[in-house]
Structure formats: C-alpha cells, structure tokens
C-alpha cells in the first residue's frame, strides 16, 4: 500500500501530460483559416508575390536575350 500515493500522483502526470497534448493537437490540426492560431497565408502569399514581381523586372545585363554585338 506504499505504492499506492504514487502510483496516483504518476497517473495524474501522465494523463495531464496526455490531455495536454490533444488540445495542442486539436489547435494546430487545422491550421489554415483566419483564427488567432492560424498561419498568416496570405501575408506569405503576398511576400513571395513582391519578391517574384522584383526577381522578374529587375533587369540583369548578364542574361540579356538580345546579342548587341559589343564582345
């Protein structure tokens, strides 16, 4: 009957470790929508459009596709 107290006081840890663990889980499971938990998608969406639109009009002179003749 030693055992007993802390077998109790285990179980108790183990089990709110276990219920932690869902809720964690049931906030992270749908993570794409407009909640406070959620990603910011379209911020993402919106950082990735500037950096492309840049990458695509920066005029580099080492991949010009006209030949001016000048080599």
Do not use: R, W
């Not at 030693?2 to 869902?22: L, W, Y």
């Amino acid at each position: 009957y030693e055992s007993v107290p802390k077998t109790v006081v285990i179980q108790f840890v183990v089990s709110f470790m276990m219920i932690g663990i869902d809720c964690i889980s049931s906030e992270i499971q749908n993570s794409f929508g407009y909640d406070a938990n959620d990603l910011p998608l379209d911020d993402y969406c919106e950082s990735i459009l500037i950096e492309l639109n840049f990458a695509l009009n920066y005029p580099h002179e080492d991949m010009a596709l006209v030949d001016t003749g000048d080599h």
